[in-house]
C-alpha cells in the first residue's frame, strides 16, 4: 500500500517515463530514464507534478549513484519485493 498520494503520483510519473521510451524503442537506461524524466517536467506546470518529477529524478539519480553490481530489488504495489539480479556483472565464486 502506498504510503501517500506523493508517493503514488511520483510512481505514475516514472511509469509514464518508461512507457514513452519503451513506444520510442530506444535506449532503456537510469541515465535515459532521468532525460525523459527532466524534458517531461521541463513542460509540466501543475506544482504537485513538478513536486513528484523532482521525487522521481531524485530516486532515478540515487539509484546511478548505487553500486548496482548484484542486482536491484523493487516492492511492487501488492507489496511483494522482486530480486533482478544483474546476469553480467562477474561472480567469482562460479566458474
Sequence with gaps: MYRSDEERLT???MGDAILQLLKK???ISSRALLEKLRKMAALEYDSARQQAFSRAMTEVMNHIETPQAAGVALKSTDNVTHIFRNRDAS?????
Excluded: A, F, R
Aim: glycine share 10%; no cysteine.
Design 11 to 13: 510512481d505514475i510519473i
Design 25 to 27: 524503442s530506444g535506449p
Design 91 to 95: 561472480d567469482d565464486t562460479k566458474h
